[in-house]
């Protein structure tokens, strides 16, 4: 086992090597984790792979030994047209998957436990919230009094909560060197705990189609030094405040550059970083959906085309 | 599209062709649109030249279109399968170069072959035609043609209730293909996911070319599933104990059972989502109390048992032929019968690993992921039983055993990125990845379309009466082959990577490499297509020298093979009477099974009719009229349905007799030809003097 365990290993590795020799590209992949749950969530790729390749490669060694051994135009073995049945081979048959299932159910329990995304991984997690709006993410630190476009900054170190939910259609947030990905739904919230264990930058994503701008729904994680978060903290702000208007503006269906386009500001990738306007505001974007005031907040309908995005 | 729904024509307006957005906004997307269009209306315009031409739209009618013959209609599907196939593949091609030329940044508009609304449809279309009318079709088909003539029966237990499933089917796939000319597709992929689909967010005609699509073709599957279950369990020839029958009629049953089960699961879905767009209701809007997890839920119900509704008939075409090219009996009857029965029940208790990600407990999700688990013991027993049937056997390395090969090599690694999915924990990272992409097409190209194509090319003398070419059939199968590896391997490694599916850009370069090779592989899928179509071309020109008259060809077993190629509309000249689990290879161990009966009666045939060929000329424009909001039609539509079904429960139909003498001279003429025939070794089989008479000495298995 350990040999297929090493076939498997290498044939990731060879994923993540490539990953890895990124030319300038964001981290992508779990393949190269920066937290612990990423992290586990390789590892037990791993495992399973190997595990796997117990029954895996008796096929794939042995159909082409078969075929060319039993070949019709030159048979080295014997001929046996009328067996059909062994009870031994059937026990081998029925025993050996049987007993593969019970060990890799044993690990998937516990690893799906140990990974429930609804389990905080300490005390005190750095609590973000998430809004899902077309093709782009908006991100809120209700503590720190801050809010982003497209960028989630988080402290090594720390665990980080987000709590998610969508203005818009069902989306599904993925940041995959940190964490596996969980569905945001408009009126409805869901969580990820995660942390970073090291510092870098990472590409975070929606993976559930959305619409035209879907491709370009991609955001910065930086995972930071604990100093460097609280300068970041400190240091701000595009000048824009989060309100209301604001929000209305960046629900429409644009990517992050035509957005900035409607704000007013350079049209760029660059995230967008706010005061906060309103703390609580995360909870009555999700109460428009339940006799919530509808009408604020953008409103619950389909929202506007953006107004660069419609001169282009 | 304009603004107001006219009372005559609905929403059609002269706009809504690729022809007018190619003139209204030029570029290499609507220039593919228009292209694509345009092969729609010259194929038609060619086949009808052809068809006058040829004057074959008398017999077309006369002996297809309202032939209540489950051989025929099997072959109906399979031609409407074939069809809907060309251009699934062509889509996927399309689709694989775009993606090629697809990197781009966040800052700069969307670039490569196609605009991303015209991304969004291809892939829609390509799996809803993948699996609704590609997948299903063939299996359907195949079934249609071997079920009866493998149980000893004459034809379906129900003949016409066959037609007007064919005919829902093929009218729901002409909906699809109506879509390339007017109007477009929805965007929401082939599960068509709300609140996305919904009313607010796609008000066009998109998702309601789907939902009636699949509301009609969905009717006429599970009215399928009802004719092969009854089938099953009526029309077997005497001595035909269950237990007795092939492994294909077994996977046959499993696919009925979950046919019958699983198909209202997703009426129920289309429906409510049909309610929600046209009759404002709110099951899955985001406001007013609607819940998106419903439709996830109730659309993987059906969906997961179908996964298994494509693959269980294929599996029973691989127990057919690694028995049959291998000269052995089949491994493990009684496991193989067990396995599948469990997996077709298994499958409708694993519905929810397709949203391990929506949010439930981590206890939810580990109790459908060990029951997805536990589903891989059964499969992982069948693979082991065919290998156990090729070895110590004579295995002779035809076309469908190419395939075979294909399936076992490649189908484990679906299965081992099967497993890995079915842990949530992992799941949560590659779900909705392109790894995802990668696993199901891994599992449904070398599962499900490696055994049709088996099928289909073991079956064909049955059919037609000559072979197919072995060369050119095994070139197609390696095509095949290489096609799948390269374009679907790379999808593995790009969503590990990160690469989300459904993507119409991309901004990482590292991308870059492994979308050029599967852009290759996808240049293999058209020429394994191409090739494909060839083998039915020069097997057809050459059709005098891979004639065998004599049925046999492969020296097989089962019931069908004892009747002549192509098969007579009444299939047996008097029903067989079964003794033996293989009673035609038992006959052949008794020597001289080609003696004829000693009397003949005369043979009761069901009589044709247009029935089948209205209702789905009436449900074609049912779907049409209400995808375009064109009341009239639709309520015209909507009555002639039950109008034509009382019409026809209003008349007295005679069956039509075929006269005992008829069937006594077709039945001695074809006796005596088998005995002026030469009988052909196995090493004879793919040369000219393999004539469907086999060497009966050499049979063992």
């Given amino acids: 086992m350990s040999w297929a365990r090493l076939a498997a290993g290498c044939l990731l590795a060879l994923i993540a090597t490539d990953a890895a020799l990124a030319s300038g590209a964001l981290q992508q992949s779990f393949l190269q984790p920066m937290g612990p749950v990423a992290q586990e969530q390789a590892t037990h790729l791993m495992r399973v792979v190997g595990i796997t390749m117990i029954v895996i490669l008796p096929v794939l060694v042995g159909v082409p030994l078969i075929l060319w051994r039993y070949r019709y135009a030159k048979p080295r073995g014997a001929y046996a047209p009328e067996w059909e049945f062994s009870g031994k081979l059937e026990y081998a048959l029925w025993g050996v998957p049987v007993l593969i299932v019970i060990v890799l159910a044993s690990w998937l329990w516990y690893s799906t436990h140990k990974l429930d995304p609804y389990e905080p991984l300490g005390p005190d997690p750095l609590q973000v919230q998430a809004i899902g709006l077309d ?60 942390a970073a264990t090291r510092t870098g ?99 619950t309908g389909l929202p506007q085309t953006g107004m660069t995005g419609a001169a282009e | 599209m304009s603004g107001q729904t006219s009372p005559i024509v609905g929403n059609l307006d002269w706009n809504v062709t690729p022809f007018t957005d190619v003139l209204q906004h030029p570029g290499t997307s609507t220039i593919i649109g228009a292209f694509a269009a345009s092969v729609l209306v010259l194929g038609a315009i060619a086949a009808v030249a052809l068809f006058t031409r040829m004057r074959w739209w008398g017999p077309l009618y006369r002996n297809w279109l309202t032939s209540p013959d489950a ?49 969004a449809q291809l892939f829609s279309t390509h799996g809803t035609i993948m699996i609704f009318f590609v997948a299903m079709p063939l299996l359907i088909g195949l079934i249609n043609f071997v079920l009866p003539q493998q149980l000893g029966a004459r034809d379906m237990a129900f003949p ?112 409510m989502l049909a309610l929600d767009r046209y009759a404002g209701f709110h099951f899955f809007t985001n406001e007013a109390g609607g819940n998106m997890m419903n439709y996830a839920n109730i659309f993987w119900m059906f969906g997961h048992p179908e996964v298994y509704i494509l693959i269980l008939p294929a599996f029973g075409v691989f127990s057919e ?97 099967g497993i890995i999915l079915a842990n949530p924990s992992i799941d949560y990272q590659v779900h909705n990845s392109t790894f995802l992409v990668a696993h199901f097409h891994n599992v449904i190209i070398p599962g499900v379309l490696f055994g049709m194509l088996a099928g289909i090319h073991y079956w064909f003398p049955k059919a037609f009466g000559f072979r197919l070419s072995e060369t050119w059939g095994r070139r197609t199968a390696f095509l095949f082959v290489a096609g799948f590896i390269f374009t679907f391997m790379p999808l593995y490694a790009l969503g ?70 192509p098969v007579p509309e009444w299939t047996f000249p008097c029903i067989p009477q079964v003794s033996a689990r293989h009673d035609w290879g038992e006959r052949k161990r008794a020597g001289d099974p080609w003696h004829g009966p000693t009397e003949y009666t005369d043979i009761e045939m069901p009589a044709n009719t247009a029935h089948g060929l209205l209702i789905a000329v009436a449900a074609f424009l049912l779907g049409f009229a209400m995808v375009w909001h064109i009341w009239w039609l639709a309520i015209l539509g909507v009555l002639a349905i039950p109008g034509l079904m009382l019409l026809r429960a209003m008349r007295v139909i005679e069956p039509r007799i075929i006269p005992a003498a008829q069937v006594a001279e077709a039945d001695s003429r074809f006796r005596q030809l088998v005995a002026s025939l030469p009988a052909a070794t196995r090493a004879d089989e793919e040369t000219q003097r393999n004539r469907g008479v086999p060497d009966i000495s050499e049979f063992a298995g």
């Fill in chain 1, 135 to 194: 093709w782009k993410w908006v991100f809120i630190y209700p503590a720190e009094g801050i809010a982003t476009v497209d960028e989630l900054v988080v402290p090594v170190g720390r665990p980080v909560e987000l709590t998610l939910t969508t203005d818009t259609v069902m989306q599904s947030l993925l940041i995959a060197p940190l964490t596996g990905q969980i569905y945001a739904m408009p009126g409805m919230t869901t969580k990820l705990n995660f």
């Fill in chain 2, 71 to 119: 051989k025929r209609i099997g072959i109906m599907y399979i031609a409407l399968a074939l069809i809907m196939m060309a251009r699934g593949i062509i889509e996927g091609f399309v689709m694989r170069a775009h993606q090629a030329s697809a990197l781009g940044t966040l800052s700069a508009q969307e670039g490569g072959l196609v605009a991303p609304d015209h991304f």
């Fill in chain 2, 496 to 565: 590990l990577m990160g690469m989300p599916r459904r993507s119409p850009t991309f901004q990482n370069p590292d991308f870059l490499p492994w979308m050029y090779i599967a852009a290759l592989g996808g240049v293999l899928m058209l020429c394994a297509l191409a090739s494909l179509i060839w083998t039915f071309w020069t097997s057809y020109r050459h059709r005098a020298a891979l004639a065998v008259p004599g049925g046999d060809p492969w020296n097989g077993s089962t019931l069908e093979w004892s009747t002549p190629a």
């Fill in chain 1, 201 to 299: 930058e990472a590409e975070g994503e929606n993976t559930q189609f959305n619409g035209d701008g879907f491709g370009r729904q991609k955001f910065t994680l930086r995972a930071v030094e604990p100093g460097d978060f609280a300068a970041w903290i400190a240091r701000g702000d595009s000048g824009l405040t989060l309100d209301e208007a604001t929000y209305a503006t960046l629900r429409r269906r644009t990517v992050l550059a035509d957005a900035r386009g409607d704000l007013g500001l350079e049209k760029s990738a660059e995230p967008i970083v706010m005061t906060l306007g309103q703390q609580d505001m995360f909870g009555q974007i999700v109460a428009k959906y339940h006799g919530g005031e509808a009408e604020r907040w953008g409103g």
């Fill in chain 2, 160 to 271: 016409v209730l066959n037609q007007v499933s064919l005919g829902l089917t093929a009218a729901g796939a002409a909906l699809v293909m109506i879509s390339l000319l007017v109007g477009d597709f929805g965007t929401g992929g082939w599960t068509m996911y709300p609140p996305y689909t919904g009313k607010i967010f796609s008000p066009g005609e998109g998702v309601d070319y789907w939902l009636w699509a699949i509301l009609i073709s969905g009717m006429g599957s599970t009215l399928t599933g009802m004719n092969f279950a009854v089938t099953i369990f009526k029309q077997r020839a005497p001595g035909m104990h269950l237990m007795r029958m092939p492994l294909f009629c077994w996977t046959s049953l499993c696919v009925a059972i979950m046919l019958i089960y699983a198909m209202p699961a997703l009426t129920v879905s289309s429906a």
């Fill in chain 2, 321 to 417: 032929i690694s028995s049959t090219f291998s000269g052995k009996r089949l491994y493990g009857y009684t496991s193989l019968v067990i396995a599948s029965m469990s997996i077709a029940v298994i499958s409708f208790t694993v519905w929810l690993h397709h949203f391990f990600t929506m949010g439930q407990s981590a206890g939810v999700n580990i109790a459908f992921g060990i029951a997805t688990m536990v589903i891989g013991v059964p499969t992982g027993v069948k693979i082991y039983d065919w290998m156990a049937t090729l070895w110590r056997g004579r295995v002779r390395i035809t076309a469908p055993i190419v395939y075979l090969t294909g399936f076992f090599l490649l189908f484990v690694i679906g299965g081992l990125s």
